[in-house]
């Protein structure tokens, strides 16, 4: 599950003047402020390497000995070169939150299940060419030294860090970013569809080698949109396959040997062998940046301990890391990074409220548990942080439009039939039981204060009427009854469908049983089932369920443009209608949409392409006004700001900052820059 600027594309050499001038202009034009959680369509660029701190020379912070002990211990023992060896020509200064911190100790979490990826991600994984700045209002240089644009938003140059290395100690260069265009990218087996932010025009992006620290991204039409995608988490293809380790796993590179490697991996093909050695393909389950140890990366931290079966994983500092603080200490502070792996949410709780957790939000910070965690403050050693969630609802509940079942899908595509459920949730009542009075009825819409806020589409049919919700469904079709009270399929047989929960969300839980009442009272027999995440996504894309109970990013500032996909089959989160967006994507398991899903396809392909972000705000607004007519989806209500909590010795981290799938929190803080005070 993203959010925006002023002509990202345009030359992004501009001074901080005129950056502030295109602020008030694009304020103007919206007619409001950005949202907390995100920035707003038309905040410009981050400026490159003519605009970025201060840089220490690696050669004065090597002499300054501003190296982590256990990497000096190394180096003197001959196991690692110096650390004026290690870091880049121009390593990036990063700020600190509180003050310089020390080095040592280790940062404990905990996962839940074996499938919980977005931990990784949202902590030690969120380094790439680009990325977010900590209040998520500007793109800025990362992993690229500085990048610039052109006017029409086709070409994008980025320029490397000369002397930047792989966590195993090998050059990072331009030949690596063209691995993944030319042998991954490009690749039809490894990639059956591209991503469509890396099309534009009809046609994928073009990536070439200008110099062994230059690449250029062209594309046949402007993709007004790029920077941004490539700031979140989709953005970490291009960095992450090291070609020095990888080329052994495909057949061009290593013929001769492939099939012995492809048996000593117990691999179906050389296409499964590299995703268990590389992973990361798109539209595959499966992550080897956390299951293989022995991938290099260019994280703080690197995978020692894998996500295969254990109880635990863990990371360790790498000993390349390019990012150095203020004073030209090397990063990351903190030695070591452990997740404790767990299925029980309350386990996680317990162990959060013992002081056993350093940092965590994740799994934890449901409404219900703050008023323990606040009670057990003292004893815990630990405070409170706030998340601003870019969430448009607390949760979707999406029918399958297109369902394999032909009667199903008939009543499921009735907007009567959708409407009905609608009106028959009282979805005060949820407010007031589970989300402890912290809401308002809302169903999946861009907030309030958003340049995208539509009315209509946030408070339509969230009124709980039964009389209005049966005559819905009556003039559905569902007239007739059976001998229970429960309404009968145009077949004659009972309407009963199941509702699928990811378990990881217990909240979501609670309020599907309330709304399992609530759909029973008015001739609707459903049944709630909870779900694995992964099973949950294997049902998903495979369009094998009935209903789902879904996330609900694209509710602030451009995260509405980045992650519209509860307004419209954009993705297979659209999970109301995922053949639809097979469709759109180019999948061959793709279903002809509807006329008015067509037309808001065309709709974002012109908002992609748009040079203007005025123009994008109007395609986006003309979207959501089919959105409202066609009510793909219910939420229940708006979501409160949340929390979560930190050790009183744990330092560095902001006491607030935005959260969202595109804004994968705390990542763009800068954990790397986190520590551990008396360790």
Known sequence: MISRMARPWAVMRVSRMRMLMLLLVIAVLTGCSAPAAAPTPGAA??????????????????????????????????????????????????????????????WNMALRGGSDNALFVRTIGYDYLVRWDPEWKEVIPNIAESFEANETATEFTFKLREGMKWSDGAPFTADDILFWYEDVLMDADLTPVIPTWLVSGDEPVVVEKVDDLTV????????????????SPTGDQPTRYPRHYLEQFLPKYNEAGIDALIAEAQATDWIHLFQLKGGGVPSTPYNALWYNADLPTLYAWDIEVPYIGGQQVVAERNP??????????????IDEVSYEVGEDVEV?????????????????????????????????????FETRFADNNVMSIALNLNHKDPVLREIFQSKDFRIGL????????????????????????????????NERLAKQYTEFDVDLANQHLDAAGLTERDAEGFRLRPDGSRLTFTVEVISVKPDWIDMMELIEGYWEAVGVDVNISTVDRSLGYAHRDAVEYDALAWWTDGGAGLDTILDPYLYFPEHPDSAFAVAWAYWYMGDTRGEEPSEAAKRQMELYDQLKSAAD???????????????????????????????????????????????AYNYPAPAPTNPEQYYIEGE
Do not use: C
């Open 45 to 106: 660029p981050a400026q490159p390497a003519a605009e970025a701190p201060t840089v220490v020379p690696p050669e004065a912070a090597a002499s300054a000995g501003h190296e982590a002990p256990m990497l000096a211990e190394k180096v003197a023992a001959g196991e690692l070169p110096p650390l004026e060896e290690r870091l880049p020509a121009n390593p990036l200064v990063v700020d600190v939150v509180e003050r310089i911190g020390t080095y040592g100790g280790t």
């Open 216 to 231: 250029t991204f062209r594309f046949a039409a402007p993709n007004g949109l790029f920077l941004y995608f490539l700031a």
């Open 320 to 333: 390349y890391y390019w990012k150095v603080d203020p004073e030209g200490n090397q990063l990351p502070y």
């Open 348 to 384: 996680l709780v317990l162990k959060a409220l013992n002081g056993e957790l350093d940092m965590q939000e994740r799994h934890i910070s449901s409404l219900a548990n703050k008023a323990v965690f606040t009670d057990n403050m003292d004893k815990g050693n630990y405070h409170f």
């Open 422 to 453: 609608s009106h028959a949730i009282n979805r005060q009542e949820i407010i007031d039981v589970v989300l402890v009075g912290q809401g308002e009825p809302w169903q999946p819409a861009p907030q309030p204060g958003s340049p995208f806020y």
């Open 613 to 659: 972000p005025q123009v994008q705000v109007d395609l986006m607004n003309q979207l959501l006004e089919i959105s409202a007519d066609e009510f793909y989806v219910m939420g229940i209500s708006q979501r409160a700001p949340g929390y979560g909590i930190v050790k009183n010795n744990f330092h560095n981290v902001p006491d607030s900052f935005p959260h």
